[in-house]
């Protein structure tokens, strides 16, 4: 594929992340992405013949690798300082968009519902997964017991996602801000048991 048609097709997984971060699954429709990342509607069918479900997964799978991206390095430097590139990842796509943009993981899990979207489903599973297990690796790394490791991890992501589903609502950052601290006090806890 040319350089000129990965770039299109890229634009297209990037705009459907926007697009279904903002509105769902069901609310956006194959001929509103064309418009809205300016390609031709037959582009669209060509690069995506499996249709509104292939291109969900297309575009949670770039959300995931984009987050898993940012959050693997920081994870590396430690659990709190990855817990703030996430949190801080989260607080500026809020910001940035007026409170208007939300999870495409979170709105595929939730919407996709149509054996066609399943393929879709299965990649918000395996993103929530991905993280999940980024943040329980760096645990692991400090002594933390797997099985703690792994509802802590779980416990960040659900948390995180469930405050920026609450900070779209409320528009403001403060259901985040304040979740953060609470998940900083869980992650300090569980680090100083690890360590005793």
Known sequence: MADSAVDARMRMVAGAADMIGRRGVNATSVRELAKHTGAPLGSTYHYFPGGKG??????????????????????????????DVFL?????????????????????????TAD???????????????????????LRERDVEPTQALGTATLIVASVEGAVAMCRAERTTQPLDTVGQELHRVVRSVLVEAAG
């Open 54 to 83: 292939q291109l969900a997964a297309e575009a949670v799978r770039w959300a995931d690798d984009l987050t898993a991206r940012m959050l693997a390095p920081a994870m590396a430097a430690g659990p709190t300082e990855g817990l």
């Open 116 to 138: 066609g979207e399943s393929v879709a489903r299965d990649a918000a599973v395996f993103a929530f997964g991905n993280w999940t297990s980024i943040l329980a690796g760096a």
């Open 88 to 112: 801080g990842m989260w607080r500026k796509k809020l910001v940035d968009s007026d409170f208007q943009a939300g999870c495409v993981v979170l709105g595929v899990a939730v919407e996709a």
